[in-house]
Nanobody, 123 residues
Framework: QVHLVESGGGLVQAGGSLRLSCASSGRAFSSYNMGWFRQAPGKEREFVAAISWSGGRTRYEDSVKGRFTISRDNAKNTVYLQMNSLKPEDTAVYYC????????????????WGQGTQVTVSS
């Protein structure tokens, strides 16, 4: 069993930065691929970024490429999402997820989910 807890969300002005963290309990963290997804009001949950279990592979949704960076520290059982140059359209609840996820962007391939953290970007 893996328990995920996100933190680091908040209110920020457009152009600002936030760093989200996702801490995992359980000893299997380093064996899972990790993803970040987001869900805005009235919209489907969408893929943002993902990282392989070793950290050797990453993938980003096109709209966040060059602005967001995903990383992980397996010694700390934590995955991060550094978000720079934030835009109002980045406003959403951000979720981290863990799983085998052969297709990084497919949310149904992730087994474990956190409760989410709110990110609000004001214009």
């Amino acid at each position: 069993q893996v328990h995920l807890v996100e933190s680091g969300g908040g209110l920020v002005q457009a152009g600002g930065s936030l760093r989200l963290s996702c801490a995992s309990s359980g000893r299997a963290f380093s064996s899972y691929n990790m993803g970040w997804f987001r869900q805005a009001p009235g919209k489907e949950r969408e893929f943002v970024a993902a990282i392989s279990w070793s950290g050797g592979r990453t993938r980003y949704e096109d709209s966040v490429k060059g602005r967001f960076t995903i990383s992980r520290d397996n010694a700390k059982n934590t995955v991060y999402l550094q978000m720079n140059s934030l835009k109002p359209e980045d406003t959403a609840v951000y979720y981290c997820a863990a799983g085998a996820a052969y297709d990084f962007s497919e949310r149904y391939e992730y087994t474990y989910w956190g409760q989410g953290t709110q990110v609000t970007v004001s214009s």
